[in-house]
């Protein structure tokens, strides 16, 4: 009686991740047609394909958004009328305009600190300092000593300075409403205010992101051990251009069928009920060359993470498993014009082969394949 031989394919129901970088497999043999397993004449499988040996990567694919880093919202710092605004897509660097209320300027300097009051002479903290180290690095505080941290007579003279050059009174003091603190050179993603609005404090005025860019996505919280902070990837953009970067972040929980990875994420894929429910971890990737990266904002990429690897092993590819007849896996050796089941156990899966161990397995020997 001519042997029969399960072929595996493309029909492992569930490869699923557990620790250690081993995987459990549930497996269900697809037949061919009339519900025939494939099979050549003789028992020879229709196709074969060498036992590898080399290091192999538990590295997947997942789908992203490129974006920028660490959105935020800006605020009006005082009420007015909304009199220019920055325009969409604009970088703004330290003094330069966010927008204006009332015909006055909001002008963006550098510092963690957010502007939380009015500065003046005799005024400490660490928004003092901010103010003095921005003075200093725009040429109006030659002489400040930034890190003591005291509005000073010093202060309230580059203060001036800094005042004269825009136009504005020479007050000597900072208010509120002058000046808005950020990382860094900000970039414009969208208003929340058009001219004429009456933004009033604490409303919206722009959405404002920095200028490196990044890409989010989200991998599902089962998948995110291949996830870490530091690991290289590789980014496809759009029109085929591959750049390389590393994880910067592998965030909380989001929420599920939320495909854009959180703030920035932006653009389709969210899909309506009924969609995947699995709990999603948010990860951020920033690129090893930023300023090479040319797409558009929001464009969709894919991203490579290298995940695990395994040094040396023996491989196959994974549609030349074999489920046996009394249980586990094989392969069908292929030697001399006959073909033999050899038992193996299943390591590491990654990019379309599979580790195997078996004792009569050899680097070059010929497993079958069949046709797809």
């Known amino acids: 009686m ?13 490869v699923l991740a557990v620790s250690g970088g081993g995987y459990a497999v549930i497996a269900h043999p697809q037949r061919g047609a009339g519900g025939q397993e494939q099979r050549e004449a003789g028992g020879l499988p229709p196709a074969t394909a060498p036992v590898q040996r080399g290091d192999l990567s538990s590295g997947l694919q997942v789908e992203g958004t490129l974006g920028y880093a660490q959105e935020r919202k800006l605020n009006a710092g005082g009420p007015g009328v909304l009199t220019w605004v920055a325009a969409e897509g604009s970088a703004v660097e330290r003094d330069g305009k966010l927008y204006e209320v009332n015909g006055r300027a909001v002008r963006l300097m550098y510092g963690s600190t957010p502007m939380y009051r009015p500065l003046k002479s005799g005024d400490k ?7 003095k180290r921005n003075l ?14 005291v509005f000073t007579a010093g202060t309230a003279t580059a203060v001036k300075r800094w005042q004269k050059a825009h136009k504005a009174a020479e007050t000597g003091e900072v208010g509120k409403e002058d000046i808005a603190f950020a990382s860094g050179p900000q970039r414009v993603r969208k208003s929340d205010s058009a001219v004429g609005d009456e933004p009033g404090p604490g409303k919206p005025v722009l959405t404002v992101t920095g200028t490196e860019r990044i890409v989010r996505f989200q991998i599902d919280a089962a998948k995110a051990g291949a996830a870490k902070a530091g690991d290289p990837v590789t980014v496809r953009l759009p029109g085929g251009v591959t750049a390389t970067g590393k994880i910067d972040s ?10 854009n990875g959180g703030a920035g994420g932006g653009g389709g894929g969210g899909g309506g009920g009924g969609g995947d429910q699995k709990a999603k971890v948010e990860v951020s990737v920033t690129f090893d060359k ?7 904002d929001q464009s969709p990429v894919t991203v490579g993470l290298t995940g695990e690897t395994r040094k040396g092993v023996l491989s196959v590819p994974v549609n030349a498993l074999l489920a046996l007849a009394g249980g586990g896996f094989g392969v069908q050796v292929v030697e001399d014009g006959r073909a033999r089941e050899v038992q193996v156990e299943l390591g590491m899966f990654g990019n379309g082969r599979v ?8 680097e070059g020997m010929q497993v079958g394949i069949p046709t797809l």
């Not at 042997?3 to 569930?14: D, F, N, Q, T, Y």
């Not at 592998?250 to 939320?258: M, N």
């Open 2 to 14: 001519r042997k029969r031989v399960k072929w595996l394919l493309g029909s492992l129901a569930a």
């Open 125 to 131: 903290g660490e928004d003092v300092k901010q103010l």
């Open 136 to 149: 200093q690095a725009l040429g109006y505080g030659t002489g400040l000593d930034p890190e003591d941290g």
């Open 250 to 259: 592998v965030g909380g929980t989001a929420a599920p069928d939320d495909k």
């Open 290 to 296: 930023p300023a090479e990266v040319n797409a558009p």
């Open 355 to 362: 580790e195997v161990t078996g004792g009569a397995l050899e």
